[in-house]
Nanobody
């Protein structure tokens, strides 16, 4: 059974930082793109960032320059460093695994984590 386990969410003031982590098994992680999505209350889930198996990254425009996605292939973990957080970043953030080594926006996700809540107060 594939499990993606997120951690690192919480409450932070606007302008603050959080780092999200998503851990999984080596079998699930190796060779695949990983990503983060978020869903704010009353809104549809949206793409945040993705990182390919080789380390190439892509970001949603509103988080460029503030968020950084990275992966540690020895620990089977993907991270999302979030700086300069804004109240509009408040959402449940879900980790996702792609179906291949790369990822293009709009492409189907193979597996989802359950999510971790990020709340940014003004």
């Amino acid at each position: 059974q594939v499990q993606l386990v997120e951690s690192g969410g919480g409450l932070v003031q606007a302008g603050g930082s959080l780092r999200l982590s998503c851990a999984t098994s080596v079998r699930t992680f190796n060779g695949y793109a990983m990503g983060w999505f978020r869903q704010a209350p009353g809104k549809e889930r949206e793409f945040v960032a993705a990182i390919s198996w080789s380390g190439g990254t892509t970001y949603e425009d509103s988080v460029k320059g503030r968020f950084v996605i990275s992966r540690d292939n020895r620990k089977n973990t993907v991270y999302l460093q979030m700086d300069s957080l804004k109240p509009e970043d408040t959402a449940v953030y879900c980790c996702a695994r792609g179906s291949r080594g790369g990822y293009s926006r709009g492409e189907a996700v193979a597996y989802w984590g359950k999510g971790t809540l990020v709340t940014v107060s003004s």
